[in-house]
């Protein structure tokens, strides 16, 4: 199964960016879709960006023109570059997978966006 590794999360300052990164094992990264979501506290979980194996990519109107998803297949890893955060950007911040019909989510990285 699936393997999904976050990192790059931390405090910010608002107006700052922060890159975050997912590293993928145990599939055929080149092959899945890569999603990113976030949970900001007593908030459900909310779709952030998607990028297709081909690379196109898409993204929640909230983060539109400051984030910028990526992905390097030679590492496995699919990366969230986030610009001019804000505090509403506070989150944990979850890469996700399907396998075989079935979501696959790391453990999430903590994001704070604070003065």
């Known amino acids: 199964q699936a393997q999904l590794v976050e990192s790059g999360g931390g405090l910010v300052q608002p107006g700052g960016s922060l890159r975050l990164s997912c590293t993928v094992s145990g599939t055929d990264f080149a092959a899945r879709r890569m999603d990113w979501y976030r949970q900001a506290p007593g908030k459900a979980r909310a779709f952030v960006a998607r990028?297709?194996?081909?690379?196109?990519?898409g993204y929640a109107d909230s983060v539109q023109g400051r984030f910028i998803i990526s992905r390097d297949n030679a590492k496995n890893t699919v990366y969230l570059q986030m610009n001019n955060l804000n505090s509403e950007d506070t989150a944990v911040y979850y890469c996700?997978?399907?396998?075989?019909?079935?979501?696959?989510w790391g453990q999430g990285t903590q994001v704070t966006v604070s003065s």
């Open positions: 996700r997978l399907i396998q075989n019909g079935v979501e696959i």
């Open positions: 990028i297709t194996t081909s690379g196109s990519t």
